[in-house]
């Protein structure tokens, strides 16, 4: 990355400052230790939008995918299934693992909608874009979850389970129109925290600064088991 002197613009929806190569950097490590502890990272700048060549939508490097290959080179995983219900597709992490049998990648999604990739027609064998569409809440993602999610990483058989967990879905969040609830969160990482015998996860959207704690307690007491 080039020296920055000040806050700056790497493209349009994506500011940095003197500081934010760090920042990125530092996430890209927490969401490794999160995996091995298995546990949520809760970073910033988030990564999913990051492609393998340029940052994009606030997102400097892709910690899940990062992390996803630290464990298949360091903790003798062998297959990972990359679960990401961030109301934005995650374009990056689908662009870094398009052309990878070893990542099955499944993007729940409000469509259509930034970045506009993961429409219903953009699937292969080892994606699986679930676009949703606007004003969709917990009846409509748990049930995409238990038809779609469920069957698709439980054909795959994952080592590990890393969840991209944006809370942009949620009713009050300002940048999306979706109706997702605290409860629907928690249940989504339940759900989430079954579907391997690893599993870990990281935070990406969330743009409600008065909801946003809660909303990730819920799905620490989803990840946890936790009714």
């Excluded at 934010?20 to 700048?45: C, D, K, N």
């Excluded at 409000?110 to 080892?126: L, V």
């Amino acid at each position: 990355m080039r020296s920055i002197h000040g806050p700056t613009w790497l493209e349009l929806d994506t500011p940095v400052s003197e500081t934010s190569y760090e920042a990125a950097l530092l996430a890209s490590g927490a969401t490794i230790e999160a995996v091995r502890r298995e546990g949520f990272a809760l970073v910033r700048p988030p990564g999913h939008h990051a492609l393998p060549g340029r940052a994009m939508g606030f997102c400097l490097i892709n910690h899940v995918a990062v992390a996803a290959r630290n464990a298949q080179a360091e903790l003798g995983v062998r297959r990972v299934a990359i679960v990401d219900w961030d109301v934005h597709h995650g374009n990056g992490t689908q662009a870094i693992f398009w052309d990878d049998p070893s990542v099955l990648y499944v993007s729940l999604h409000q469509w259509p909608f930034y970045p506009g990739t993961g429409g219903p027609s953009e699937q292969n064998e080892t994606t699986v874009n679930v676009p949703l569409a606007a004003g969709s809440g917990d009846d409509e993602y748990l049930s995409a979850f238990a038809e779609i999610v469920e069957p698709a990483v439980g054909q795959f058989e994952p080592d590990l389970v890393p969840v991209s967990a944006g809370f942009d879905a949620h009713v009050a969040d300002p940048l999306a129109l979706m109706e997702v609830t605290e409860r629907g969160f928690r249940e989504l990482a339940r759900r989430s925290a079954a579907l391997a015998p690893r599993g870990a996860a990281l935070l990406e959207g969330g743009y409600n600064l008065e909801t946003l704690p809660q909303l990730v307690l819920m799905a620490l007491e989803g990840f946890a088991g936790t009714t």
